[in-house]
């Protein structure tokens, strides 16, 4: 990795075909592997990562967001795309795209099934997503037979999928709830088939399901947060390299003299002589305020260097008192060596929501 001039973001392609390939090996031969890019691929680059896994043969990808997957057709992505959260508003450029959407209400369908109606599709694919305790977005166990009702006969839409949810994959002293869930999908789906006279493919594992349920892999498994290096374990988290690496440099360094102030606020006040190093990167670029005030901290040369005082929008602050280091010395914020979930960690959350905060003003590079 080439040092950094400018916060920079390092996206590591050779990771996401080491960690696509330790997910196929948890997976029996035929089941099928849809990744999910949605968020940028997770706050990395949609694009590059999309075109990636493409090369990688990947089944599928999914996104939540109409606009999302248009972005990946502009971009000349060929495979199947999955949008699991589409909105009504976008169902004319969904189809234009030739995205596949997610059903998951009974006026999601049937909104739906009017534009098919209006633009003459036959055979549309669609995915019926049913809600078995995760409670956010699904149909019910028992509108199988509305559902049925308003797709039979007509010939505008194919169930191509049906697939639920777990609400608490990573949990396990939540086996017992997944267990329920697992099994009210089998059942759903075998009432679908029974009633539709043909088996739509059925999927309902995430990256911490894949890992903890196997026997649950069905035809297809949605893997997002794996692929970019994490798996909500820190077994797991052994074996997956982290796709992305956020870098900053030391803008410049300051002497605070005991009882002086630090930053907005004057949240940090110094009980002695430090030596402070400020860097370019601030809420506006993903670090949120959560992070300040002595939670997280950074490595510089190998050390933890804490962010002290409040999080600014372009810049923090952190201790470098201990430090052997200089302006322009390079920052690692999280990524290789040290891991994004950790440093999520340090303010009480997850790799997902930093991951998906660095916002598109941090440059991006990407190694093949
Ligand atoms: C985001 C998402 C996934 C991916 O979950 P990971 O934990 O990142 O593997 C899978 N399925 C659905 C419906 C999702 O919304």
């Known amino acids: 990795m080439d040092k950094v001039g400018e916060t920079t973001l390092h996206i590591d392609l050779n990771a996401l075909e080491h960690n696509y390939m330790f997910l196929k090996s948890k ?19 949609m694009v590059v990562i999309a075109q990636k896994l493409e090369s990688l043969e990947v089944d599928y990808l999914a996104v939540a967001y109409v606009k999302e997957g248009v972005l990946l057709r502009e971009a000349g992505i060929k495979l199947p795309i999955l949008v699991l959260h589409p909105q009504p508003t976008n169902f ?8 596949e959407p997610s059903l998951y209400s009974p006026k999601i369908l049937t909104l739906f099934l009017e534009v098919a109606a209006d633009k003459k599709l036959k055979e549309y694919p669609v995915h019926i997503k049913f809600n078995t ?15 049925l009702k308003h797709l039979q006969e007509r010939n ?7 697939f639920s949810h777990l ?13 329920v869930q697992i099994n009210i999908f089998k059942k759903i789906c075998e009432d679908i088939s029974q009633k539709l006279g043909s088996v739509p493919f059925r999927h309902m594992l995430n990256t911490s399901g894949i890992i903890n349920y196997p026997e649950a892999q069905f035809e297809m498994v949605r893997s997002g947060i794996g692929l970019y290096g994490y798996g909500n374990d820190a077994q797991i988290d052994a074996e997956l390299k982290p796709v992305a690496t956020l870098k900053t440099i030391i803008s410049q360094m300051h002497k ?18 430090r030596i402070t190093a400020t860097l370019p990167l ?10 300040g005030n002595g939670k997280a901290h950074v490595y510089i040369n190998g050390k933890k260097a804490p962010i002290i005082g409040n999080v600014c929008m372009d810049m923090i602050m952190v201790d ?6 200089k302006e322009g010395d390079e920052v690692i914020v999280f990524g290789e060596n040290y891991s994004a979930e950790d440093f999520a960690a340090s303010a009480n959350t997850i790799s997902y929501e930093i991951l998906t905060a660095i916002s598109s003003r941090v440059k991006r590079v990407v190694t093949q």
């Open 133 to 147: 305790g995760l409670n956010r977005l699904g149909f019910w166990e028992n509108d199988v037979d509305y559902i």
């Open 282 to 291: 601030g809420h506006a670029d993903g670090i949120g305020r959560q992070y």
């Open 92 to 99: 004319g450029e969904l189809i234009d795209h030739s995205l």
């Open 167 to 179: 609400a608490a994959s990573e949990d396990s002293k939540e086996k017992e709830f997944s267990n």
């Open 256 to 273: 605070i003299e005991p009882h002086e102030s630090v930053g907005y606020n004057r949240a940090y006040k110094s009980d002695r002589y």
């Open 320 to 325: 470098v008192t201990e430090i052997d280091c």
């Open 27 to 45: 997976l029996k031969g035929d089941t099928k592997f849809l990744a999910v890019v949605k968020a940028f691929a997770y706050g990395s680059d």
């Open 156 to 162: 505008e839409l194919k169930i191509l999928s049906v």
